[in-house]
């Protein structure tokens, strides 16, 4: 047994699951895509789950199809009860099957957590109860609707086995009408599908018979069920573990996969962020596992095979799901299989591409892989005869540009003035909360190493230098600099969130934060500076706090901290003028939006999250040079770490 194999033995063994048998325990779980278009899966579907195939996983299972023209919720969901889909399944398993892979569908209906918004129809649930997030009351069904949900779970499923699919999987879980069958919070019915357990099981049960008669045997079916809403008055462990047993004593389901939390109450921890402990969710397979003896999948923020061999090893789970950190590297199990798990380039769980595109109505990307999203879109040929390539930056859009480049047979140098490479990102991961955004720039710079590229920290490239060296391209990606606000100017203690980062300020004493951002840098900041003893209040011109935080689901979690950390939250307010008074600290006139009122506020200090400035000196005192010169990231236009690495990526590529 190979050193690799000896160290993931649990998870590099196959399992038998119902009729189908996986080489390794990673499941490459159902999760949105926004790939569909017209209601139909698409070629980038088929390039997508082929990759991830290609690199190794044990099981794919792709995302939800909808199984009536009642579920619409989202614009590019796929509609599965239309037979025009069974041609697009055939691409998708027949790519997915070229690397030995087996492929499931996840089935599902959204019941009352949508809207009539795309299809023009009521929304329909057990019950009239309105979902948080859609805020529209659904029709309770009736018996004959009830029985034309569980035929178009069996239609679906007909559709599925037609396309190739070695199976599917029933969403039971956190968006589902199935769930909120299951659930006393969504179920308020008295006939024989509402009250006891068994009669909010009923749906369910009747989907799994009238699914399996419609696969028939020789294909896998597996529930997904939800371990703990999170809601008040919603399912709980012992209630799931219950719907388990009942599942199990079908005879028809050939494993159980697990979820956490509702889709539209409590999403954040479902798709947690980096603040939420690794494996947070295996109790809940956990007790499921004990209960049943059908395999069992676990999920919950696990991000290398190291994570997953334990949560396999102390017996949480039979099968780990692993979604974003496949999404990151499409390899993961590859790699982990051949020795080299540090070469994996590791999810951040920051959730900007995927999950934070997703909720923007855009396809799914990656801050870490530029490629996800984008598998089916052949790169540029690479030239004829390798370049010499300079490149001035070892933030994350440098560090992609290189490796990228070094990929495509270029030599490439980097050079990066400070002691070691990381740019902003190092800076943001500072911060404790923040500290795993920095596996962005780790990641990337392992990548260039194993690429051959020659690392140079601590030299400062110039014009001159640069042109001395008679590079054939040079790529600039020296990053941006703070701008301090125009009411700012002469104040010695207004400074920007980078000069407290950096070490070049300490504030303290009563701290006014200003959050023209949205994001991390002023929540983030404020954190760090509460833990430090200040008293600390966030203030800015939005009508939310960190308001992207909630694209992110990093928003409750970052609530609760601030609650206890005593930060003040303030939003409709902008700063007009500010002046050191003789008494000390800086006076601030504030107008709120709301009320048009202006007023003084005092603080010992102010911290700035405002836009920043591009570094672009080097870019102009290239121009005219006599080889090609490109630049990407925050010196075109000062934006989020993503824009970076796609720009890195893109330039690299061209070359």
């Known amino acids: ?172 879980s956190h968006s589902s009408i199935v769930r909120g069958f299951l659930s006393p919070a969504t179920n308020r019915r008295t006939d024989e599908y509402g009250g006891s357990l068994p009669n909010r099981a009923r749906l369910l049960m009747e989907i799994i018979r009238a699914v399996r008669a419609a696969l028939g045997p020789d294909r896998a079916l597996g529930v997904r069920l939800c371990g703990d809403e999170l809601i008040e008055g919603g399912t709980t462990i012992d209630e799931a573990v219950d719907v388990a047993r009942m599942v ?56 290398d095979p190291v994570q997953a061999e334990r949560a396999l090893a102390e017996g949480h789970c039979d099968l780990v799901g692993v ?96 002691a070691a490479t990381g740019g902003q990102v190092a800076v943001a991961a500072s911060v404790p909360s923040r500290a795993e955004f920095l596996d962005v720039t780790r990641n990337l710079l392992a990548e260039c190493r194993r690429r051959g590229v020659r690392i140079r920290t601590g030299t400062e490239a110039t014009a001159a230098s640069l042109r001395a060296k008679s590079p054939d391209a040079v790529v600039v990606a020296t990053g941006a600099r703070p701008g301090p606000p125009p009411w700012a100017a002469g104040l010695s203690r207004v400074v920007d ?32 500076l509460a833990d430090r003893g200040c008293r600390v209040h966030i203030r800015t011109p939005a ?6 935080l909630g694209v992110t689901l990093d928003m409750e979690t970052f609530l609760m901290r601030a609650h206890a950390k005593s930060i003040g939250l303030s939003t409709d307010q902008v700063v007009l003028s500010a002046s050191a008074p003789e008494s000390g600290g800086v006076e601030l006139q504030i107008l709120t939006h709301t009320t048009g009122e202006t007023r003084p506020m ?27 010169v490109r630049r990407v990231g925050d010196c075109v236009a000062p934006r989020r770490a993503h824009a970076a690495v796609i720009e890195g990526h893109r330039i690299g590529a061209a070359l």
């Open 248 to 303: 199990e004593a079908t005879g028809e389901v050939d494993y159980i996969n697990t979820s956490i939390g509702v889709a539209t109450s409590t999403l954040y921890m479902i798709e947690a962020s980096m603040t939420v402990p690794a494996g947070y969710a295996l109790f809940v397979s956990n007790a499921i596992r004990r209960a049943v003896r059908l395999p069992v999948v676990g999920v919950g923020r696990i991000k």
């Open 543 to 548: 009508m939310v706090v960190g308001q992207d």
């Open 602 to 628: 005092r603080a010992d200090w102010v911290v700035c999250a405002t836009h920043q400035v591009p570094e672009d000196t080097l870019w102009h005192a290239l121009k005219g040079a006599p080889f090609d």
């Open 323 to 418: 979604v974003r950190g496949q999404i990151a590297d499409p390899d993961f199990l590859g790699k982990a299989r051949a020795g080299r798990t540090d070469a994996i380039r590791t999810c951040l769980s920051c959730n900007q591409e995927c999950v934070g595109r997703m909720g923007l109505n855009r396809w799914l990307g990656c801050i870490e892989n530029p490629r996800a999203g984008r598998e089916s879109v052949p790169l540029p040929a690479p030239r004829a005869r390798p370049r010499r390539v300079l490149v001035v930056g070892g933030g994350p859009g440098g560090l992609q540009a290189a490796a990228t480049a070094a990929e495509r047979g270029h030599d490439v140098t980097l050079f990066e003035r400070e």
């Open 1 to 172: 047994m190979s050193g690799a194999r000896a160290r993931l033995r649990h998870l590099l063994s196959p399992l038998r699951i119902g009729p189908l048998t996986v080489a390794n325990r990673v499941v490459f779980s159902a999760h949105l895509t926004n790939y569909a278009e017209d209601g139909l899966p698409t070629e980038q579907h088929a390039a997508y789950y082929a990759a991830r195939a290609a690199g190794g996983a044990g099981l794919i299972i792709t995302e939800e199809h909808s199984t009536h023209p009642t579920d619409w919720p989202y614009e590019k969901l796929i509609h599965g009860f239309r037979p025009s889909v069974v041609p697009h399944y055939r691409r998708i398993t027949e790519a997915v099957h070229a690397h030995g892979v087996p492929i499931l569908a996840q089935l599902n209906h959204n019941g009352g957590q949508a809207s009539g918004l795309y299809s023009r129809l009521p929304v329909w649930a057990p019950s009239p109860v309105p979902d948080p997030l859609f805020r529209e009351v659904p029709k309770a069904v009736d018996a004959d609707e009830i029985a034309e949900i569980v035929a178009g779970y069996a239609t679906v499923a007909g559709h599925c086995a037609e396309g190739g699919f070695d199976g599917v999987e029933l969403q039971c």
């Open 497 to 528: 969130v980078r000069d407290v980062l950096e070490g070049r300020a300490a504030p303290h004493g009563e701290v006014v934060v200003i959050d023209e951002l949205g994001f991390h840098q002023a929540t983030s900041v404020a954190e760090l």
